[in-house]
């Protein structure tokens, strides 16, 4: 395992502040994506609600979305890669997927009394994978509403089940959770388990997950702080980055697989170039607890959802200037002008 580079000198840079807050939410803010026409974010909140942002003016766009005499909590959501429909986990253990544009449920997955804690599709948009905190996995097939016979449920073996992502060609799932056996990788098609990375500190329990493009590494935020990059050809750590003060529940990675974006219970987003492996820039302070990021499809913006009911947007572009890493966000084959 090679050892971890010394963190950036932040050279005592002035505190980042976001261009937007989107005020309206009445209890924690546990997701948001930005959609496909880059002027709209989606979000969802423990006060059983999804709501539409308009970026440029920071006002929200027609009425709460919520399933008529049904106040459960939202806590989990997803966006499909055609960025037309969200998949959204309650505390009633229930899946639902919403149109966006009609502003409607479209499917409704029921079937499980605990809590869904993580969702998320397939590249093709044909699946779509659940966790719950009993520590099993469900898949479901989108177009029937069923769960896919043979893989269901995945019993993953975590006592809870906090992150499951699907590989970026979809060959594999992965799942994140607490006990001594912190990631679990899964055949797609099979259900089979293929490996298990061992995480043996409860310290170190896996609550998010994110994979490169290319399948050849998978990045995991721990209940501890730190975040770890292991090589999926040997399933070994190759590198782990160290800055936050409490759990990194959330990763996500921009689409060139350089810059990572981690949130965390310590009241702060954090920015890494992944070419070094060394935190970009101040962190992005919050009020409370940073439950999830999300970049637009540029990068030039992240948003990010929060304990304190509001979501803030950050001008990512302005942070890598300053940093001397506008770099980081350029996408092999398209002009940046």
């Excluded at 073996?157 to 899964?186: L, Q």
Aim: net charge negative; with cysteine; charged share 20%.
């Amino acid at each position: 395992m090679s050892s971890s580079p010394p963190m950036m000198n932040l050279k005592k840079t002035s505190a980042v502040t976001p261009c937007k807050t989107m005020l309206g939410h009445t209890n924690y803010v546990y997701g948001v994506a930005h959609l496909p026409s880059g002027q709209r974010i989606i979000t969802c909140s423990l006060d059983g609600s999804l709501r539409l942002w308009d970026l440029k003016s920071g006002a929200q766009i027609g009425d709460d979305l919520r399933d008529e005499g049904d106040e459960t909590r939202v806590r989990a959501m997803a966006l499909s890669p055609n960025g037309k429909t969200v998949a959204v986990g309650s505390n009633d253990g229930t899946v639902r997927l919403w149109d966006v544009e009609a502003g409607k449920i479209v499917a409704k997955w029921e079937g499980h009394s605990e809590y869904v804690t993580s969702a998320c599709w397939s590249p093709n948009c044909e699946r779509v994978v659940s966790g719950f905190l009993d520590g099993t996995a469900k898949v479901w097939d989108v177009k029937s509403g069923e769960p896919v016979q043979g893989l269901n449920p995945i019993k993953t073996g975590h006592k809870h089940v906090y992150a499951v992502r699907y590989s970026r060609k979809a060959k594999m799932i992965a799942t994140g959770g607490y006990n001594e056996s912190g990631i679990e990788i899964w055949d797609a098609k099979t259900g089979k388990r293929l490996s298990t990375i061992l995480i043996t500190l409860d310290l170190e329990s896996v609550w998010s997950l994110a994979w490169t493009s290319n399948e050849k590494k998978i990045i995991a935020g721990s209940f501890g702080g730190s975040i770890r990059i292991f090589d999926t050809a040997t399933w070994q750590q190759v590198a782990a980055l160290e800055a936050h003060a409490d759990a990194v529940n959330s990763l996500t990675l921009f689409q060139n697989d350089r810059l990572l974006a981690s949130t965390s219970l310590d009241d702060t987003a954090r920015l890494w170039d992944l070419d070094t492996n060394l935190q970009v820039g101040p962190p992005l302070q919050h009020d409370n607890s940073v439950n999830c990021a999300a970049f637009s499809a540029d990068g030039k913006l992240i948003s990010t959802a929060c304990d304190d009911n509001n979501t803030y947007v950050w001008n990512t572009q302005a942070i890598l200037k300053a940093a001397g890493l506008e770099d980081l966000l350029s996408i092999p084959g398209v002009s940046t002008n």
